[in-house]
């Protein structure tokens, strides 16, 4: 079991900026593929940015350029930087964990958060 617990988003307005970040206490997350999520109302669940175990970093297109996903040195804790933020990226965003190295299949979840981008 990894508990991944999140914090960070809300609301903002389009072209604003939010960091959401997902840490598992008392777990280094560094063995772990890690990866953001999110689902908009009606949508289905859209794989955002993904943190490979070898550092990698591949995002979505419709986020390219505008988000950073990262891990802190101590590797504890997952982050996503938004920038220029669209209300198409409204949705509920969620940190996922995997301990396989091929980052397909995620069974840890964070509680997820909500981001809220007005036009």
């Known amino acids: 079991q990894l508990p991944l617990v999140q914090s960070g988003g809300g609301s903002v307005q389009a072209g604003g900026s939010l960091r959401l970040s997902c840490a598992a206490s008392?777990?280094?997350?560094?063995?772990?593929?890690m990866a953001w999520f999110r689902q908009a109302s009606g949508n289905q669940r859209e794989r955002v940015a993904v943190?490979?175990?070898?550092?990698?970093?591949t995002y979505a297109d419709s986020v390219k350029g505008r988000f950073t996903i990262s891990k802190d040195n101590a590797k504890t804790t997952l982050s996503l930087q938004m920038n220029s933020l669209k209300p198409e990226d409204t949705a509920m965003y969620y940190c996922?964990?995997?301990?396989?190295?091929?980052?397909?299949?995620?069974?840890?979840w964070g509680q997820g958060t909500q981001v809220t981008v007005s036009s």
């Open positions: 996922a964990a995997s301990s396989s190295s091929s980052c397909i299949w995620f069974p840890y």
């Open positions: 943190f490979d175990t070898h550092g990698s970093t």
């Open positions: 008392g777990y280094t997350l560094s063995s772990y593929c």
